[in-house]
């Protein structure tokens, strides 16, 4: 019977961004939810477990007021949750989460078969943290996945790529980050969401944590983009194709 | 003074938020101009377990507090005026009144199925000639051996052709009084009862209303609700929990009319500027605004009193009173906002308008309330 993990992201609901006088974003009256592509993967470990036994256990990293996302989590049927929180954990780059969610997972958690992400967060849409913490562990990952089964120790996933669907298999211990069409979330019931608080969560400090990491961004700036025209016109003769390469060198927009 | 809900309550709300703009919204228009009772709905919610909210789980409900409740009658009111009523009056009184009255036989033989959301309560009281003054009701229950034989004609009953179990008000003792009136646990298939002629309303048109015809009505003595002579005791302590259930439904109507007028003052665009830059709209905004959060205070406050088991039958007349002219006055201000659109059949605005009315005419008139509150203020 396996035992399921899934990875969430607790996010500013959109719906509450107001727009300020000065056309900025407000984020004062702002409310918080769990990230919509990681309400699908916590749906498919939910599903799974339903289907094949096991457990389903939510994970999250965050600040210290992400707590009110467990209940959330833990209503929409998942066993026990893990939340590993810092006030320090605002703006975690991709990376750092991923480093603290394999540290968790591997340090915390005996055994797993599967890890489900979101294919990426509602707010950046990185889609970077489902890849590199199974980097960090060592197991196959698979993305983009809209369908998968677990049969015996291995995964078979349909993975919608441009040209098609792929359809891929992987021993487990892996991960997948999955695409919304996987499934439609539950909307937990008055019982589920009363009996969330009753189930086991875990949480842990950035202290219990070796040091995290330095960040490895850094934002310039910002500034909206913008499209130039040369307003040159070219024909579609080779003679003219050969002009039209000429001018993007000499612009230096290919090399 | 804490104003914070607990993370469950506000878990709650959302999820009954999205529930209603997954199911409810998309049907809202359709229900009220067909006056169609959208069984497909019901059976949803109660499988969310929406149908039972207050009711220990031991009886089939959710073992949640009455505030919870309200706050789901309020945001299912918000999509639709008629659902988030039929909700308030099956759980808030059908099912609170078996709650507190019933016997252990009693809930697990009705109040169970109900708060599971298998079947609709109603409420039976009124009469042809008994609205506010429930004293002039004629409907009578006699003990025949182990039956009580019930005779009469009730009106304007929420539910009647949909409940599977009602709650009858008949009297026992007409001498007695105040003492003479009694409640009966009728289930549907009772002979003698029948469903009568269905009402045609300006607003809450899927809530489904009806006459109730007791002909030689046979219920075994055991469906007697409480003790003889009870059933105006009954009665009002039904009103306090379904006027704080009513109260919610306006505070729903109100921020849906709140909702649509910024929503739309923003959008329409008169004299070069959008209209909510007119002041003659932003103020009626503000005064919406205003109304609303007084609303939805006394609501709270009278859903606070209850869980906390503290008498609030005046509370709950206040929110009622209140928060049922607030909705009728802005409703009427958020179709003027609207203008020509807003008189349209397809603006929500419209429903809302047509729903706020009766909840200054049901569970007690809006004088009915100032008598209630007079009357206790005045002690």
């Known amino acids: ?255 | 003074m804490d104003f914070k809900f607990t993370e469950e309550q506000e878990l709650i709300r959302k999820n009954v938020r999205e529930f209603c703009e997954k199911n409810v919204d998309p049907i809202a228009a359709e229900i009220d101009e067909n006056s169609r009772h959208p069984a497909e709905l019901f059976k949803k919610l109660s499988e969310g377990g929406w149908m039972g909210i207050p009711i220990p789980q031991q009886y089939g409900g959710a073992g949640a507090d009455y505030l919870t409740n309200i706050v789901v009658v309020e945001e299912l009111a918000r999509s639709c005026s008629s659902t988030g009523f039929t909700v308030s009056i099956h759980v808030g009184i059908a099912c609170m009144l078996i709650l507190l009255f019933g016997t252990e036989e009693q809930k697990k033989k009705f109040l169970t199925p109900m708060a599971e959301g298998k079947h609709l309560g109603a409420f039976v009281l009124t009469e042809p000639g008994a609205g506010t003054d429930v004293m002039a009701a004629t409907t009578t229950a006699v003990l025949d051996g182990n039956d009580y034989i019930i005779n009469g004609t009730k009106t304007f009953t929420s539910n009647g052709p949909t409940a599977g179990t009602y709650l009858l008000f008949a009297w026992t003792d007409k001498a007695a009084g105040r003492k003479g009136m009694s409640t009966f646990i009728v289930p549907k298939e009772a002979p003698g009862m029948r469903v009568g002629e269905h009402f045609k309303k300006m607003g809450l048109r899927s809530s489904q209303t009806s006459e109730m015809i007791f002909k030689d009505c046979r219920v075994p003595k055991e469906n007697l609700l409480g003790k003889e002579g009870m059933g105006l005791q009954m009665a009002m302590t039904g009103f306090d929990h379904g006027r704080t259930g009513i109260a919610a439904q306006c505070v729903g109507i109100l921020q849906a009319a709140l909702d649509e007028s910024i929503r739309y003052s923003k959008e329409r665009v008169q004299f070069g500027t959008a209209i909510a830059r007119h002041q003659a709209i932003s103020w009626m905004i503000a005064d919406m605004a205003t109304d609303l959060s007084a609303a939805r205070f006394l609501t709270y406050h009278a859903a606070w009193l209850k869980d906390q088991k503290l008498p609030f039958s005046k509370e709950a007349a206040m929110a009622k009173l209140y928060a049922s002219e607030a909705a009728m006055r802005h409703t009427i201000k958020a179709v003027q906002i609207h203008g020509g659109y807003g008189y349209c059949k397809g603006a929500k605005v419209e429903r809302l308008m047509r729903d706020a009315k009766i909840t200054e005419i049901y569970e007690g008139t809006s004088e009915a309330q100032r008598m209630v509150i007079s009357g206790i203020v005045l002690r």
């Open chain 1, 1 to 255: 019977m396996p035992s399921i993990i899934a990875c969430f992201k607790w996010v500013v609901d959109e719906a509450y961004i107001r727009r300020g006088p000065s056309g900025d974003l407000d984020f004062s009256s702002v409310d918080y939810k769990i990230s919509e592509y990681d309400r699908n993967a916590i749906e498919e470990a939910v599903r799974s477990k339903e289907a094949l036994g096991g457990k389903a256990i939510a994970i999250t990293v965050g600040v210290p007021q992400a707590t009110k996302s467990l209940k959330d989590a833990l209503s929409r049927g998942c066993d026990q949750a893990y939340f590993v929180a810092d006030a320090s954990f605002n703006n975690l780059e991709s990376s750092q989460t991923a480093f603290i969610l394999a540290e968790v997972i591997s340090t915390r958690i005996e055994q797993y078969d599967l890890i489900i992400c979101g294919e990426g967060s509602s707010d950046l849409y990185a889609q970077q943290v489902g890849p590199r913490l199974a980097e960090k562990l060592c197991i196959p990952c698979i993305s983009f996945v809209q369908k998968f089964s677990i049969d015996k120790n291995q995964i078979v996933a349909e993975r919608r790529v441009e040209e098609g669907v792929e359809v891929i298999a992987a021993p487990l211990p892996a991960l997948v980050t999955v695409l919304p069409d996987i499934n439609v979330p539950r909307i937990p019931g008055v019982k589920d969401t009363l009996m969330a608080g009753k189930k086991p969560t875990v949480t842990i400090t950035k202290d219990e944590l070796p040091p995290v990491g330095e960040t490895l961004l850094l934002t310039v700036g910002l500034a909206a983009s913008r499209m130039e025209r040369s307003c040159e016109m070219f024909g579609t003769d080779a003679q003219e194709i050969a002009r039209f390469v000429g001018s993007l060198r000499k612009r230096g927009v290919v090399g």
